[in-house]
């Protein structure tokens, strides 16, 4: 059955508090969502609260539903110290950790650290190795190029056996060939359905042709979306933040400036009423979506629209998909 869950605004945009963020996720599990992911970024002029207190946040305001990181970037980290910390949010969690992975991108934060954006797809190899086996409760010793660990090992474990579920991003071939190498699931960035329809095909390939059937080979799909009372609302209130975030997207290099707000909302929106978004969600779950994650909060909007999209998307969207399967 498919699953849905929120990516919680970060960006602290002079507007967003913690006051915010505990009140969506109560209404969160109210309403029906299967779980709430957080992301990374550095050196961030406008703000952005950082990862692991955030995560901290997701853990001890919500009781049922998955915690997890979409992505955290492996790379900034040493994979000993953030075994610990993943164990012990698997244990305050009872259970409700998801961790998802990424190499990294924007340049100036590779700089801000003092490592190499070149050398990250080699560095997130080696770390992913020994955090792989930390988790599952090994003694490592490891000499490598980017880490050197001996008879290191971790006290107390995860709650979750052999270990909490890792998910790796990834966008070309080799991102994927990584994450069915190194994961249990591959995590989808907000690709249009044709795009990830062929990505998700050849994911599962790789999958296959690692020979490793004891992973779920589940897909988490990243998706932008509103849900309102009637699309000229939700075009009213996504418009203006959505095209300032991919003027953000296209200076990191990681698109191009997009203006065509029917474009976006044809191709890669959950976007208008209930059933609106039922019809632009059903494609890519049918696709292969195992783990859709709504991200409804964009920097600069209102909580009272925030709020209002999450109880729609609740109570008006996801059960839809719940009786279906």
Known sequence: MVKFGLYLNQYTDGVNTFHDTSQQLLLLEEVGFDGVFVGERHVYKNGFFNTLPSLATLVFNTKRIDVGTDLLVLPFYHPLTLAEILAWF???????????????????????????????????????????RLLRGEQVTFQGKYFRLKDAYISPLPLQRPRPPIFIGGYNRRGLRRAARLGDGWVSNNHELPEFSKRASIYRKYLNESGDNQKSGRIIYNMKGFCAQTMKEAQRILEGPLFAQYEKYSKWGLTTPELDFKKLADTRLAIGRPEDCIERLAPFVDAGADYIVIRTHLEGMSQQDVLSSIRLFGTRVFPYFRERD
């Open 90 to 132: 698997d244990r305050a969690s009872n259970g409700r950790l998801i961790i998802g992975l990424g190499i990294g991108y924007r340049p100036e934060e590779f700089d801000a650290f003092g490592l190499s954006k070149e050398a990250r797809a080699d560095a997130f190899a080696e770390s992913i190795s020994i955090l792989d």
